[in-house]
């Protein structure tokens, strides 16, 4: 499968992904403990108790990166900047090292012909603030508001884009429901919270920036499609609920200034007192829309507490994550979202990619097919009316993969963890054959 920048828009921009603590190497340049860390050091919570604290030293060895983007003929870097690498408490004295990283960093992509996509928030958050309840408490928009004043004060009349936080679902649904993430939580009222408390911290940071003169400001959100595994009235119903918590929560609270009926079942009792009142700041404008991708989910009712639904097997073949290759629901994701919530504002594809059990010795070819069929998926998106504007893969390297170690391997260049040597895949060349021309 061959793709050529000239099979999609004019303007139309290609680019990677990555995130802060996945790949920096929180151990240098005087960052702060997080959640992430207390989280590994508690068994049975990662992957051999695996950390961030090296993961691909892209802290020293970002030059050297940022060339690799360069060489491929990307057009933009998605990054996210570390909360508790600029305030090691949280709040308070902001690390110098820690915000002069970010500087060089910015340069040196702009150095480069590479526009900087800034992520202020990628799940690592301070521990002073996790000790506080963190997502829970209500304090978390005002602090937010202040991270961004800090790291957009000295960084945002460089970026080419931002966005506030990195898939609310993971942040809020994830790790206080379900407790495969960070904090690690199984608590439906700290869920409602922090659900919310994400969203107004969004929206928070939104207007930060807007303040400080700052355009080009999305958010971006992860989905999955979601689809009965029968007929029947109750898989239905069960696939709508799950739909609603991972897909139109947000959605409908950025576009909509609502929550879907199906979350308010569950959450509605557990949200924090005048939770109504702040959709005028979580429906702050937006210039664009990001969409994570990467798989579909059978559902099926479940006979328990709500949400009463359970995944079902797919015969579709799956990735290392186990993750059913499904390029179709990104297609109909992205007519979806601009039919129902988003209209004529830009959509990019802001993550998507494969886990492969990649070897250097061996051609990753599958993650080459995973990738063009997903394009293909976007050429059916905008064939169909949707304003994509972009996509970005993830991810640049293999990296830390959270709860899961270093195990999965979703990246473009494959990186040995005992020496650290990059090696670019057989689908980093492929996509620099496409991008380049």
Same mark, same amino acid.
């Given at each position: 499968?061959?793709?050529?920048?000239?099979?999609?828009?004019?303007?139309?921009?290609?680019?990677?992904?990555?995130?802060?603590?996945?790949?920096? /190497?929180?151990?240098?340049?005087?960052?702060?403990?997080?959640?992430?860390?207390?989280?590994?050091?508690?068994?049975?919570?990662?992957?051999?108790?695996?950390?961030?604290?090296?993961?691909?030293?892209?802290?020293?060895?970002?030059?050297?990166?940022?060339?690799?983007?360069?060489?491929?003929?990307?057009?933009?870097?998605?990054?996210?900047?570390?909360?508790?690498?600029?305030?090691?408490?949280?709040?308070?004295?902001?690390?110098?090292?820690?915000?002069?990283?970010? !500087?060089?960093?910015?340069?040196?992509?702009?150095?480069?012909?590479?526009?900087?996509?800034?992520?202020?928030?990628?799940?690592?958050?301070?521990?002073?603030?996790?000790?506080?309840?963190?997502?829970?408490?209500?304090?978390?928009?005002?602090?937010?508001?202040?991270?961004?004043?800090?790291?957009?004060?000295?960084?945002?009349?460089?970026?080419?884009?931002?966005?506030?936080?990195?898939?609310?679902?993971?942040?809020?649904?994830?790790?206080?429901?379900? /407790?495969?993430?960070?904090?690690?939580?199984?608590?439906?009222?700290?869920?409602?919270?922090?659900?919310?408390?994400?969203?107004?911290?969004?929206?928070?940071?939104?207007?930060?920036?807007?303040?400080?003169?700052?355009?080009?400001?999305?958010?971006?959100?992860?989905?999955?499609?979601?689809?009965?595994?029968? !007929?029947?009235?109750?898989?239905?119903?069960?696939?709508?609920?799950?739909?609603?918590?991972?897909?139109?929560?947000?959605? /409908?609270?950025?576009?909509?200034?609502?929550?879907?009926?199906?979350?308010?079942?569950?959450?509605?009792?557990?949200?924090?007192?005048?939770?109504?009142?702040?959709?005028?700041?979580?429906?702050?404008?937006?210039?664009?829309?990001?969409?994570?991708?990467?798989?579909?989910?059978?559902?099926?009712?479940?006979?328990?507490?709500?949400?009463?639904?359970?995944?079902?097997?797919?015969?579709?073949?799956?990735?290392?994550? /186990?993750?059913?290759?499904?390029?179709?629901?990104?297609?109909?994701?992205?007519?979806?979202?601009?039919?129902?919530? #988003?209209?004529?504002?830009?959509?990019?594809?802001?993550?998507?990619?494969?886990?492969?059990? !990649?070897?250097?010795?061996?051609?990753?070819?599958?993650?080459?097919?995973?990738?063009?069929?997903?394009?293909?998926?976007?050429?059916?998106?905008?064939?169909?009316?949707?304003?994509?504007?972009?996509?970005?893969?993830?991810?640049?390297? !293999?990296?830390?993969?959270? #709860?899961?170690?270093?195990?999965?391997?979703?990246?473009?260049?494959?990186?040995?963890?005992?020496?650290?040597?990059?090696?670019?895949?057989?689908?980093?060349?492929?996509?620099?054959?496409?991008?380049?021309?």
């Amino acid at each position: 499968m061959q793709f050529a920048r000239t099979d999609f828009p004019e303007g139309f921009l290609f680019g990677v992904a990555t995130s802060s603590y996945q790949i920096e /190497g929180h151990d240098f340049g005087g960052a702060g403990p997080t959640h992430w860390d207390s989280f590994a050091a508690t068994p049975g919570n990662v992957v051999r108790a695996e950390h961030g604290a090296v993961a691909c030293d892209h802290y020293h060895r970002w030059a050297a990166d940022l060339d690799l983007i360069a060489a491929m003929g990307a057009d933009v870097y998605r990054f996210s900047t570390s909360w508790a690498r600029v305030l090691p408490e949280g709040t308070g004295q902001p690390n110098a090292e820690g915000l002069d990283f970010y !500087d060089r960093l910015v340069d040196g992509m702009l150095a480069r012909g590479l526009k900087p996509a800034a992520t202020l928030y990628h799940w690592e958050l301070p521990q002073a603030l996790a000790d506080q309840g963190g997502w829970r408490n209500a304090d978390m928009p005002d602090w937010f508001a202040d991270y961004t004043h800090l790291v957009m004060s000295r960084i945002g009349d460089r970026v080419w884009s931002a966005a506030p936080i990195n898939e609310p679902w993971c942040v809020s649904w994830l790790s206080h429901f379900e /407790g495969a993430h960070a904090p690690g939580l199984r608590d439906i009222r700290a869920t409602a919270r922090a659900m919310h408390h994400v969203l107004l911290s969004h929206g928070r940071s939104i207007q930060v920036m807007r303040d400080l003169g700052m355009k080009n400001l999305g958010a971006v959100c992860n989905f999955e499609w979601a689809e009965p595994a029968s !007929d029947s009235p109750e898989d239905i119903a069960a696939a709508n609920r799950y739909d609603a918590i991972y897909n139109r929560f947000f959605l /409908g609270g950025l576009f909509k200034g609502a929550y879907p009926a199906e979350v308010l079942a569950g959450l509605g009792p557990h949200l924090p007192k005048g939770w109504e009142d702040d959709f005028p700041t979580i429906m702050a404008p937006l210039d664009w829309l990001g969409l994570n991708y990467y798989t579909r989910k059978l559902i099926r009712n479940a006979d328990h507490a709500w949400p009463s639904y359970a995944e079902a097997p797919t015969r579709l073949p799956l990735t290392q994550m /186990g993750w059913e290759i499904y390029p179709d629901g990104l297609r109909d994701f992205l007519i979806r979202t601009a039919r129902d919530y #988003s209209g004529t504002l830009p959509l990019f594809v802001t993550e998507n990619g494969m886990a492969n059990p !990649d070897r250097v010795d061996q051609p990753d070819t599958a993650r080459i097919a995973y990738l063009g069929s997903h394009l293909q998926a976007v050429q059916a998106a905008i064939a169909a009316g949707a304003p994509v504007a972009g996509y970005f893969v993830w991810s640049l390297m !293999d990296n830390y993969e959270w #709860s899961l170690g270093y195990e999965k391997r979703f990246g473009l260049i494959h990186v040995d963890f005992e020496t650290l040597a990059r090696t670019p895949k057989a689908s980093y060349h492929a996509l620099a054959q496409w991008w380049r021309g």
